[in-house]
């Protein structure tokens, strides 16, 4: 019951701190830097740190917390993990419009590609991402994945995806200090970044905020006590099953159960079994 509202607690801070993650992010493009637009100039650039930090920050965690939701335990969970897909994917969407940004700004300004160490990170997180998803969808969701693969893929899946969020947030806080960097020179109106003007009062803090939500979200995902019990209770369905089915076949009955009659009854057991991995 403690760990439960302990939960609730922290799911809360999660989503409040996300929520102002993106209105920091949005008031910060809009109020000091001009706002958006998709012309190949300084305002397509804004639509970047809005993108990346709404997708691969901030809908990166709330998809990846999900699971973790004890409302969602006792049910089926194909459902939830049908969610978690879409969250992914729509963060994936954001973020590959966000990279869309920058690289179509830097070509229009005829600025070199991927030469900061940021973009190094950012690129390797958005990759890594990409490939987690595909391999998700293919391991987790199609049904004629095995459920052997399954069990191998999620430990990897769970490491990789905190990775992620990691690499994600290191690739903001060092954009958010380039972009700094890059604007707040000494004749700029607010003056030079070492004197604090607002703007960068707002975008230290929006760094800050990054780095609480990361923080945040891997508690949550560390914290076994709020892990869906499925493994555990797959294992023991699954053996329990496969002993009653050993018992129908040691029956003292003196015909033999056709191979076909076994193979049936353990594929009804993995269809309904294994979209608990
Ligand atoms: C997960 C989040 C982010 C990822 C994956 C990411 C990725 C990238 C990539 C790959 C580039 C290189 C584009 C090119 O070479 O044409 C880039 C450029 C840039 N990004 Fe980000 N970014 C992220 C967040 C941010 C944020 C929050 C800011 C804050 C303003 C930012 C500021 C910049 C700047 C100033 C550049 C141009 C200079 C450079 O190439 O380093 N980025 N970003």
């Known amino acids: 019951m403690r760990s439960t509202v302990m939960f ?11 929520l102002a993650c993106v209105a920091c992010v949005c008031v910060w493009n809009s109020r000091w830097r001009g706002g958006f637009a998709w012309d190949g100039s300084g305002l397509q650039f804004n639509w970047h740190p809005v993108l990346m930090v709404t997708g691969l920050v901030v809908l990166y965690g709330y998809g990846a917390v999900l699971y973790r939701v004890p409302l969602t335990w ?4 194909l459902p939830w993990k049908l969610l978690h897909a879409a969250l ?32 190094w990170i950012g690129i390797a997180a958005v990759a890594l991402f990409a490939a987690q998803w595909t391999a998700g969808l293919a391991g987790f969701l199609l049904p004629c994945s095995p459920v052997w693969l ?13 990775s ?19 604007v707040l020179k000494a004749n700029s109106s607010g003056g030079p970044y070492s004197s604090l003007p607002s703007e ?48 129908l076949f040691l029956l003292p009955s003196n015909h ?16 309904l079994l294994d979209h608990e991995l």
């Open 150 to 162: 399954r069990m191998l893929l999620k430990p990897v899946h769970v490491w990789l995806g905190g």
């Open 200 to 247: 960068a009062l707002l975008a230290n803090s929006l760094g800050v905020l990054i780095v609480a939500f990361g923080l945040v979200v891997l508690k949550i995902l560390s914290n076994t006590e709020w892990q869906r019990p499925e493994l555990g209770a797959y294992r023991t369905i699954f053996f329990d099953r496969c002993e009653e089915d050993l018992g």
């Open 8 to 18: 609730y607690l922290c799911y809360l801070l999660c989503v409040a701190v996300g």
């Open 164 to 182: 992620i969020l990691l690499l994600s947030v290191a690739a903001c806080i060092s954009g958010i200090n380039e972009k700094l960097f890059f």
């Open 256 to 271: 033999t159960v056709p191979l076909t009659l076994i193979n049936a009854v353990f594929s009804v057991h993995f269809l």
């Open 74 to 77: 006792g049910q089926n969970k």
């Open 88 to 119: 992914m994917l729509l963060s994936l969407i954001l973020s590959v419009l966000g990279l869309c940004a920058v690289f179509d700004f830097h070509n229009a300004q005829k600025i070199a590609n991927l030469y900061s160490l940021h973009s």
